[in-house]
């Protein structure tokens, strides 16, 4: 049973342990069910602290770990581990089987997609989880996906009926062979027309008129363009312009787009305009009346790219972004988000693919917890498709925690209850055993907790902060 405990700390205590231990991270955790299974102890023989276990991931695939500690006079002691999971850093590398949280393991019914693009994600609309995700928070150029931002704020701050006059900026400011309507200097459009316009012909020249309607001029445009991406979460993004044409500073990532994605469609404009297969603009000046059809191939029936239930979608390309698609797309009362970044025309076969992975995982499809890798961090993706958070899991017996954020802990943490704990580099908790700090022994009890001003198990005495009195 997890016990809670008040967040009240002894100051003294507190300034103490950081003193003798500068290596510890403060972040307040709550106690696992049970204590890790991983013993570092070898019994009566082991004659000094044992040092951590040198495993390369839960469990390491060797079954066994390895170290030696400080000793004492009588000798150097050798403590050994044992597991089974296979993790991060072992042979088996990510995506390995794991226990489902229990000790348990995981029947695989249910195969990730295998994404060509170089990023992608797939987020659960309903709760913004991510379902898949590849090169999930690296920045990518989004081309002319960046218009579901742009749509989004005109929608949100301007009147369909309010007319747009297109100044020389908006109708100039374009890279060779750009996308437009083939607007100029004084033309007129509505707001409502001119979201067809940008939504379904994806015109630049279009979105730079929205721009200057609504901000007064591009670049106060693309500030908004940034504000309202970090009130949506966004984190690695930063937009210049409001079409997407190239731009080294006009970035975002598959996540950050997949969450700008979620709030286009929740948006009753936006999802309308981004569904619509066709729409008659007025004649201008230099152009008569004329029919546009969206670019997303996903919403025709005839198409052989047809997927049943796609809501809508934005379409982009560059030389520098390569091509990009989002898409919404709803089954049963599940709504999913679908981003590719930097594919090399493989975007809709993605997109199916990660769809159809989303509707079979949610409609009750089982999936084998894995563990995930990005970067140097590691997170743990639950049978239900959803990465451990800001909570504990046991993983093949041994106990793991997952900050809000996901990531996997390592190192030292510390405990409301003013105990502090040690994760491994594979990140199991340490139980039973000796780890150093900057020279100095602790030792973590059968729960897990350091143990201080006490006798350890193996017979040597520890000081009020935790530290072996040599």
């Known amino acids: 049973m997890v016990k809670r405990f008040n967040r009240i700390w002894s100051i003294a205590i507190s300034l103490s342990l950081l003193a003798s231990v500068p290596a510890f991270g403060d972040i307040p955790i709550v106690p696992p069910i049970s204590g890790g299974s991983d013993n570092g102890i070898s019994g009566p023989e082991t004659a000094g602290p044992g040092g951590d276990n040198t495993q390369s991931g839960p469990g390491a695939s060797t079954g066994t770990g390895n170290s030696t500690g400080t000793g004492t006079s009588t000798g150097t002691g050798t403590s050994t581990g044992s597991g089974t999971s296979t993790g991060p850093g072992t042979s088996a590398g990510p995506g390995a089987t794991q226990g489902s949280g229990t000790g348990g393991n995981v029947v695989n019914t249910l195969k990730q997609p295998e994404i060509q693009a170089q990023g992608a994600v797939l987020m659960d609309a309903a709760t913004g989880n991510l379902l898949y995700s590849k090169e999930a928070e690296t920045k990518f150029y989004p081309a002319s996906i960046t218009k579901l931002m742009t749509a989004l704020l005109v929608a949100e701050k301007c009147s369909l009926d309010d007319t747009v006059t297109f100044s020389k900026t908006a109708v100039t ?7 437009t309507l083939g607007l100029v200097e004084g033309d007129k459009l509505t707001v409502r027309q001119s979201l067809y316009g940008l939504l379904l012909k994806s015109a630049n020249e279009v979105a730079n008129g929205l721009a200057e309607h609504t901000a007064g001029s591009i670049s106060k445009f693309a500030d908004m363009m940034n504000a309202r991406a970090k009130e949506l979460g966004c984190t690695n993004t930063n937009f210049v312009n409001p079409n997407g044409l190239n731009n080294s500073n006009h ?38 009346a004329r029919t546009i059809s969206l670019g997303h191939k996903m919403l025709y029936p005839n198409d052989a790219r047809y997927y049943q239930g796609v809501i809508g979608g934005k379409t982009g390309y560059t030389s ?6 989002v898409t919404c797309a709803e089954r049963d009362g599940v709504r999913l988000i679908a981003v590719i970044m930097k594919s090399k025309s493989t975007q809709y076969t993605d997109t199916s693919a990660l769809l159809d992975y989303g509707f079979a995982l949610k409609s009750g499809g089982s999936q084998t917890a ?28 041994a106990d793991y925690w997952f900050d809000s954020d996901g990531t996997m802990a390592t190192g030292w943490r510390h405990y409301s209850n003013d105990a502090w704990y040690y994760f491994k580099s594979g990140g199991a908790m ?41």
């Open 430 to 470: 340490a139980s039973s055993t000796w780890v150093e700090s900057d020279g100095q022994w602790f030792y973590l009890g059968a729960d897990g907790a350091m143990m201080k001003n006490t006798v350890t198990p193996d017979g040597y005495t520890l000081d009020a902060s935790g530290v072996w009195v040599k």
């Open 173 to 179: 400011n374009l890279e060779s062979g750009a996308v």
């Open 251 to 288: 970035y975002t990532t598959p996540h950050d787009m997949a969450l700008i994605a979620r709030a286009a469609f929740q948006n009753g404009t936006v999802s309308k305009i981004a569904s619509t297969l066709s729409y008659q603009i007025p004649a201008t000046q230099k152009a008569a």
């Open 320 to 325: 520098l972004a390569g091509n990009t698609l």
């Open 370 to 397: 894995k563990w995930q890798q990005e970067g140097a961090r590691w997170y743990f993706v639950k049978n239900d498709g959803n990465r451990a958070a800001n909570e504990w899991m046991t993983i093949d017996g």
